[in-house]
């Protein structure tokens, strides 16, 4: 807007009226002490000002706007009849006016001048929006960098008072940060600890992990530069993000020696009572079943000779999953897969499964009619062991599904479903883990929480997908994806 100041109505009149339809928005004041009132309250882009006024005349006026830090930079034109005089136009631009025009006035020369102005008003308050913005810029990234070096620094207050190797990296990789722990094992801050020459290297694996942006676990074996001995470690490291974008790595060493020692002193403690055990239990299994053979259906006795069998069966089975985990920890569980009719062995063990528990209805859905590549035994296993984990975790249900598809890319699809307590989402990542066991309130359940880890395992040597699919209370489904031969 433009302030137009003189103390003759016509005057402001004429010059509103000019600048009007050259579509300027205008106000205007009959005296200076009017034009301070209205600079106080309003904004303008340029003062056209009378030098001729009574009481404060246009100089005074102009001095007092220069004087204010609100008006300083405001532009003035003088507008003046009285002195074409050097002296008089030179106390004008001293007082603060950036134009002088005599009247009468030019309209012509007027507009232009204005437009002149105006145009360079508009551009130094863009200027000035600019620099206020690129000011609150700066403030705003020192801000944010001065919290970034207050989080680092107490990251790595942290990382120094912990018993672990502890490091940061950078988003690429390149590591930053890492405390005193760390030179017990290596001479560089760029250089990681070195392994045991039987595990993976680290630097691979490090690389991996930055291409893929997933954070890293593993167990590596590693030894203080000043020892021999090699001691195992688990070294993770989790990616830091920011709108979901990675900007910075941390990652620990944590000595896992002891418990490593201990986990391999309960397995072979497990092995050597496996198979103790398993002689005496041969014999009495075989002694009891003799029995069984030797007593009369119709003696009472029968039935206690039966239900001792029931549970010698049970602790039969209890040990041979305890031999199976120590092969399995040992790298012997080993076995050699052939050709395999898939539904034979699906008879087959349904039949076994039928005998053991009569009660039960299965319902068979799709198709099984493929050859695979597998072993028999062990797969039975893993079948039998879905089926009876399908009647543990489901006491009210005596229906479960078994279900069978061969799919378009050569593949046979295998599952076994229950319509029992289900298993929650948390749960789901860890059944297949060993010892293992869904947490429920019922007592009824029991086991070592090793058959799914066992079937894992013989699934993983067979090279197939596999998984369940739960939810709470509606039932859980086991499966297995395993590829068809197709010549």
Not at 142 to 170: G, W
Not at 339 to 360: A, C, G, H
């Amino acid at each position: 807007m433009i302030l137009i100041v003189d103390d003759k109505p016509e005057n402001l009149y004429s010059l509103k009226t000019i600048l009007d339809l050259n579509s300027f928005p205008t106000d205007t004041a009959l005296s200076g002490e009017e034009a301070l009132k209205k600079t106080l309250k309003q904004s303008y882009a340029l003062i056209i000002l009378d030098v001729q006024m009574p009481g404060m005349d246009g100089f005074e006026v102009a001095e007092v706007l220069s004087g204010n830090s609100l008006t300083k930079d405001i532009p003035i034109i003088f507008l003046s009849a009285a002195s074409t005089d050097k002296k008089f136009i030179t106390r004008g631009y001293s007082s603060g006016a950036i134009d002088y025009i005599v009247k009468p006035i030019d309209a012509d020369i007027l507009i232009l001048k204005v437009k002149t102005f105006y145009r360079l008003y508009e551009q130094t308050r863009e200027l000035n929006l600019m620099q206020q913005s690129l000011k609150q810029e700066i403030d705003y990234r020192k801000k944010a960098q001065q919290q970034i070096q207050e989080k680092a620094q107490e990251l790595h207050s942290i990382l120094e008072s912990i018993p672990q190797i502890a490091f940061t990296a950078s988003s690429d990789g390149t590591i930053d940060f890492v405390n005193e722990h760390w030179y017990l094992y290596t001479d560089s801050k760029e250089s990681f600890p070195a392994t045991h020459p039987d595990d993976p290297c680290i630097t691979k694996q490090w690389k991996d992990t930055i291409a893929s942006g997933n954070p890293l676990e593993m167990e590596v074996r590693i030894k203080k530069t000043t020892q021999e001995e090699y001691r195992y470690n688990l070294l993770r490291v989790i990616p830091v993000k920011e709108n979901n974008n990675i900007v910075k790595w941390v990652g620990s060493f944590t000595d896992i020696e002891e418990q490593k020692q201990a986990v391999k002193r309960k397995d072979e403690f497990l092995s050597i009572a496996s198979h103790e055990l398993k002689t005496p239990l041969t014999s009495i299994k075989a002694y009891v079943q003799l029995l069984d053979k030797l007593i009369p259906a119709e003696n009472n006795t029968k039935n206690f000779v039966d239900r001792t069998l029931l549970q010698v069966n049970k602790l039969d089975n209890l040990i041979n999953d305890l031999l199976d985990i120590s092969k399995i920890e040992s790298g012997k569980l080993k076995f050699e897969l052939h050709e395999t009719d898939f539904d034979n062995l699906l008879k087959n063990t349904l039949d076994i499964f039928s005998q053991i528990y009569p009660d039960y209805n299965i319902v068979r859905k799709g198709d099984a009619t493929a050859k695979i590549n597998g072993n028999e035994v062990r797969l039975e296993q893993v079948i039998l062991n879905f089926l009876t984990n399908a009647i543990k975790y489901a006491p009210v249900s005596k229906e479960i599904h078994v279900i069978t598809e061969i799919r378009a890319d050569n593949t046979l699809y295998f599952a076994v479903k229950d319509f029992g307590i289900g298993i929650s989402k948390e749960d789901q990542q860890n059944v297949f883990t060993k010892f293992f066991r869904v947490a429920q309130p019922t007592s009824h359940i029991q086991g070592l929480g090793i058959g799914l880890y066992i079937c894992a395992e013989i699934l993983r040597r067979h090279n197939v997908e596999f998984g369940v699919e739960s939810e709470p209370g509606k039932g859980s489904l086991f499966y297995f994806i395993i590829p068809i031969i197709t010549n």
